[in-house]
């Protein structure tokens, strides 16, 4: 909430945009981030329009340089050690959930942390039609964007004095944007032991 408070709106722009296309930014806030400023643009400290243009405009921009990067690194980004930065497994998971579901990873991975990074570029690498992968961006974008934004300003709106809750309302949130990897970790695992 300090940090958006600070920052305003080129902060948020500038995290979503970090998240979605630069290595290091799978260990930002975004669903939190998106949903807190949501809460804050219910109390006007933030104008709700240049919340989801803006927001939705950098996390489009975004995943294009992730696909990009992927794009011209290739194959290379495999055989790369980890670092502080970059770790193998974040790639590998990425890839996985690729060719489990597709292009419509572009979409889904929007919605889940660590993926959410690595998923454009899994698509630069694997060479996906540019214009396949720009509609699906798009569209992902977007939902993810306006789900998340809307989320805040509509609890914001509904429930008084949400400055209260905010605290356990985006531990909430956290834990519920890694759910999905949870999941399909646990099936993996039930797989592998049959």
Same mark, same amino acid.
């Given at each position: 909430? =300090?940090?958006?408070?600070?920052?305003?709106? =080129?902060?948020?722009?500038?995290?979503?945009? #970090?998240?979605?296309? !630069?290595?290091?930014?799978?260990? !930002?806030?975004? &669903?939190?981030?998106?949903?807190?400023?949501?809460?804050? #643009?219910?109390?006007?400290?933030?104008?709700?329009?240049? !919340?989801?243009?803006?927001?939705?405009?950098?996390?489009?921009?975004? &995943?294009?340089?992730?696909?990009?990067?992927?794009k011209r690194v290739g194959l290379a980004i495999f055989t790369? &050690? &980890?670092?502080?930065?970059?770790?193998?497994?974040?790639?590998?998971? #990425?890839?996985?959930?690729?060719?489990?579901?597709?292009?419509?990873?572009?979409?889904? #991975?929007?919605?889940?942390?660590?993926?959410?990074?690595?998923?454009?570029?899994?698509?630069?690498?694997?060479?996906?039609?540019?214009?396949?992968?720009?509609?699906?961006?798009?569209?992902?974008?977007? !939902?993810?964007?306006?789900?998340?934004?809307?989320?805040?300003?509509?609890?914001?709106?509904?429930v008084p004095g949400i400055d209260k809750y905010i605290l356990?309302?985006?531990?909430?949130?956290?834990?519920?944007?890694?759910?999905?990897?949870? =999941?399909?970790?646990?099936?993996?695992?039930?797989?592998?032991?049959?």
């Amino acid at each position: 909430m =300090f940090l958006i408070s600070a920052t305003g709106l =080129f902060g948020v722009w500038a995290i979503v945009f #970090a998240e979605s296309g !630069l290595f290091f930014g799978f260990f !930002l806030p975004g &669903d939190s981030l998106l949903f807190t400023a949501g809460l804050l #643009a219910s109390q006007n400290f933030i104008n709700i329009y240049g !919340l989801y243009i803006g927001t939705a405009i950098a996390a489009i921009v975004g &995943d294009n340089v992730g696909y990009y990067f992927g794009k011209r690194v290739g194959l290379a980004i495999f055989t790369k &050690d &980890d670092s502080l930065f970059f770790n193998k497994k974040n790639v590998a998971r #990425a890839q996985l959930f690729y060719e489990e579901h597709g292009v419509k990873t572009i979409i889904l #991975a929007r919605f889940i942390p660590i993926i959410r990074t690595f998923a454009p570029i899994v698509a630069g690498v694997g060479d996906m039609n540019y214009r396949k992968f720009f509609i699906y961006n798009c569209v992902g974008g977007i !939902l993810w964007v306006v789900s998340m934004v809307s989320a805040g300003y509509v609890l914001g709106r509904v429930v008084p004095g949400i400055d209260k809750y905010i605290l356990p309302i985006i531990f909430g949130i956290i834990i519920l944007s890694f759910m999905p990897a949870i =999941f399909h970790v646990m099936k993996n695992r039930k797989v592998k032991k049959v």
